[in-house]
């Protein structure tokens, strides 16, 4: 089963509106975070914004914000005023508990979805 | 600017090659990773170090080799690729601490390196 759901292949935002990219999420941890990435065509991935799943408000960063509706596992990004250079791939992506090692620390998982692809129009 | 730096951005190798792809980081992390990502999918996990030790490795070919010689190195050693592996290869880091709160920390990326298989 998909952890991470984007059912959204391709969105197309006219520059200046604002516009919200879906992200469904399952699993039965009630520790977890979940992530936005965008990854322009350049290749980077640049880290967004974080959700906790314990956190009572809705994160913001900027122009990001993350519609979190915990009952519903849902984590949606909403771009407020877009700007041509927010044309990209953008991805949702969730971390779980850790894996535990005793002789090396610990290290997380992340998870991602399949991608939304972004474009901005002039 | 990433923290996260890989070299060489981009590597053409034939299948009887041997290349490494380096990764460095100056963010005090002591989790690195690395992700194989093919056109237009999500970044799929190859292996994790926490604390310069292999803690992670999903079931990848041997002809891929991961080291971590520090806390801010991590090469990946490339032997007798397939054209199937060309993609592009990204490497993150994140704290990693013990207990359960960590699940709260981001991975940081590299600008990633692409690797064509000829």
């Known amino acids: 089963a998909q952890k991470i759901t984007q059912t959204q292949p391709g969105m197309f935002v006219q520059e200046k509106e604002a516009v919200t990219l879906d992200c469904t999420y399952d699993?039965?941890?009630?520790?977890?975070?979940l992530f936005w990435y965008k990854q322009p065509s350049s290749g980077e991935m640049i880290f967004l914004i974080y959700?906790?799943?314990?956190?009572?408000q809705n994160a913001t960063e900027g122009r990001y914000s993350l519609n979190f509706q915990k009952a519903r596992k849902s984590a949606n990004l909403v771009i407020s005023a877009s700007q041509l250079g927010d044309s990209a791939m953008y991805f949702c992506?969730?971390?779980?508990?850790?894996?535990?090692?005793?002789?090396?620390?610990?290290?997380?998982?992340?998870?991602f979805g399949s991608g939304t692809q972004l474009t901005v129009l002039p | 600017d990433t923290e996260v730096t890989q070299t060489p951005k981009h590597l053409v190798m034939g299948m009887t090659n041997k290349k490494s792809l380096k990764c460095e980081q100056h963010?005090?992390?002591?989790?690195m990773y690395w992700y194989k990502q093919k056109a237009k999918k999500p970044p799929e996990l190859m292996f994790v170090?926490?604390?310069?030790?292999?803690?992670i490795n999903e079931s990848v070919p041997s002809r891929f080799s991961p080291e971590c010689p520090n806390s801010s190195l991590l090469n990946l050693h490339l032997h007798a690729l397939q054209p199937e592996d060309s993609a592009l290869y990204l490497c993150?880091?994140?704290?990693?601490?013990?207990?359960?709160?960590?699940?709260?920390?981001?991975?940081?990326f590299g600008n990633g390196t692409r690797l064509t298989v000829t």
């Open positions: 992506a969730m971390r779980e508990p850790l894996i535990q090692n005793s002789s090396s620390g610990s290290a997380r998982q992340l998870t």
């Open positions: 170090y926490s604390y310069e030790k292999l803690s």
């Open positions: 993150a880091s994140s704290q990693a601490v013990q207990g359960a709160l960590s699940y709260n920390s981001p991975l940081h």
């Open positions: 963010m005090g992390h002591r989790a």
């Open positions: 959700q906790g799943s314990y956190d009572q």
């Open positions: 699993t039965s941890d009630p520790s977890y975070g």
